[in-house]
Structures are given as structure tokens and as C-alpha cells.
């Protein structure tokens, strides 16, 4: 079976909410600037930098679905951030264990996703959804994401 991009897939667990689907991808996009700054495993130029600055500090703030929903949503962002912020930290100490719980830890943006489709679509939709959600964002097995370190 074909995967669906990521906007499609969006499309259809936010409901066709386009404030919603914009607000997520923007997110993802801060945070993958943010991870390859920080793991320096990929090149990024300055403009990619300054791009990301704007979005995070201009276009994420303006967006209509973030200003609605911005009380559930900025306390999620800060704990994926965190969370985030101890994977790394996790990995670079290198013990088995603590790679296991960097794997857990390491992109709790889903959540994110998970409770804007709550706030499109309710509880039922948020308990239909919740689980391929986490399959489409985390299709990286353990070992793989291990082997890959």
C-alpha cells in the first residue's frame, strides 16, 4: 500500500481544517531546523535559518487555528520541545536504556497532532484516529532508529 504525503494525511485527520493543517506543518518545520541544527547531520543554509525564525516568530503566531486554540496548544509544544530536548541528551549518554527512552521521547509532536484533531473533531474522532497517527509519524522501528544513530 502507498503512503500518503504528509499534507494529505493531515487533510484527512484535521478534517479539511486548512488553519489547522498550515499550523502543523509549520510546527514540523521549526522542528526539523531545530533537530538538524542541533545534530549537525544535515547541511542548513543561513536563509533556511532566517525562514524558520520567520514562521516560528511571525507566520505560527498569526495563524487563525493557533490564536483559537493557542492555551491548549503552546503547552503541548513546550513539552514535545522538552521532550525532545532529553531524547538528545539520552542518546548522546549512549547507554541501551537511555537510547530506548530517547526513541519514546524523541517526537511527541503527535500528540500535538493527535489533540488538534480533537479540536476539529472531538473525542470520538480524536480515539479514531489517535493510533494511526502515531503509526504514520513513527514508521521507524527501534532497531532501525538504533542502527541509525
Given at each position: 500500500m502507498q503512503r500518503i504525503n504528509q499534507h494529505e494525511f493531515l487533510m484527512q485527520v484535521l478534517r479539511g481544517n486548512a488553519d489547522a493543517v498550515e499550523m502543523c506543518e509549520q510546527i514540523f518545520q521549526v522542528s526539523q531546523v531545530i533537530d538538524d541544527l542541533v545534530d549537525q547531520d544535515k547541511p542548513i543554509t543561513s536563509a533556511e535559518v532566517i525562514k524558520t525564525f520567520w514562521v516560528a516568530l511571525i507566520e505560527l503566531p498569526a495563524n487563525p487555528f493557533y490564536r483559537r486554540h493557542e492555551l491548549v496548544i503552546r503547552p503541548l509544544m513546550?513539552?514535545?520541545?522538552?521532550?525532545?530536548?532529553?531524547s538528545v541528551s539520552l542518546e548522546r549518554e549512549g547507554d541501551v536504556h537511555g537510547k530506548h527512552l530517547a526513541f519514546v521521547l524523541r517526537d511527541q509532536l503527535t500528540s500535538l497532532v493527535i489533540q488538534c484533531a480533537y479540536l476539529v473533531g472531538g473525542y470520538k474522532w480524536m480515539q479514531e484516529i489517535g493510533v494511526p497517527v502515531r503509526r504514520y509519524f513513527h514508521d521507524e522501528g527501534l532497531i532501525e532508529y538504533i542502527n541509525n544513530l
Amino acid at each position: 500500500m502507498q503512503r500518503i504525503n504528509q499534507h494529505e494525511f493531515l487533510m484527512q485527520v484535521l478534517r479539511g481544517n486548512a488553519d489547522a493543517v498550515e499550523m502543523c506543518e509549520q510546527i514540523f518545520q521549526v522542528s526539523q531546523v531545530i533537530d538538524d541544527l542541533v545534530d549537525q547531520d544535515k547541511p542548513i543554509t543561513s536563509a533556511e535559518v532566517i525562514k524558520t525564525f520567520w514562521v516560528a516568530l511571525i507566520e505560527l503566531p498569526a495563524n487563525p487555528f493557533y490564536r483559537r486554540h493557542e492555551l491548549v496548544i503552546r503547552p503541548l509544544m513546550a513539552g514535545a520541545l522538552q521532550d525532545w530536548t532529553d531524547s538528545v541528551s539520552l542518546e548522546r549518554e549512549g547507554d541501551v536504556h537511555g537510547k530506548h527512552l530517547a526513541f519514546v521521547l524523541r517526537d511527541q509532536l503527535t500528540s500535538l497532532v493527535i489533540q488538534c484533531a480533537y479540536l476539529v473533531g472531538g473525542y470520538k474522532w480524536m480515539q479514531e484516529i489517535g493510533v494511526p497517527v502515531r503509526r504514520y509519524f513513527h514508521d521507524e522501528g527501534l532497531i532501525e532508529y538504533i542502527n541509525n544513530l
